[in-house]
Nanobody, 126 residues
Framework: QVQLAESGGGMVQPGDSLRLSCSSS????????MAWFRQAPEKEREFVAA????????YYDDSVKGRFAMSRDSAKNMVYLQMSNLKPEDTAIYYC???????????????????WGQGAQVTVSP
């Protein structure tokens, strides 16, 4: 069983930066995908970014492309989401997700991920 845990959320102002971290309790193996999703109040959970083991990606939703950067530390079994130029519409709970044996076309749907963290609140407000 893989357990994921996010950290690094908080409240920032528009234009600020924030970095989220996600740690895995188990070694991330080949053909495993890690992703970030977010869910704003009264909205569905939406894809933000994903990366595949051992190589592949990162891939981004158009709404964050150029502002967010996802990276991994394979030795530490961790992924990160560096968020820059944050906007109020980025306010949401950010979830780390993991899924085995995912292919590129499966990365975008939350239904394809077997493991989830508890979520980290990110609030962008003047």
């Amino acid at each position: 069983q893989v357990q994921l845990a996010e950290s690094g959320g908080g409240m920032v102002q528009p234009g600020d930066s924030l970095r989220l971290s996600c740690s895995s309790s188990a070694r991330i193996r080949d053909r495993f995908a890690m992703a970030w999703f977010r869910q704003a109040p009264e909205k569905e959970r939406e894809f933000v970014a994903a990366i595949m083991w051992p190589t592949g990606g990162p891939y981004y939703d158009d709404s964050v492309k150029g502002r967010f950067a996802m990276s991994r530390d394979s030795a530490k079994n961790m992924v990160y989401l560096q968020m820059s130029n944050l906007k109020p519409e980025d306010t949401a709970i950010y979830y780390c997700a993991g899924g085995p044996r995912l292919i590129w076309s499966s990365l975008w749907s939350a239904n394809n991920y077997a493991y989830w963290g508890q979520g980290a609140q990110v609030t962008v407000s003047p």
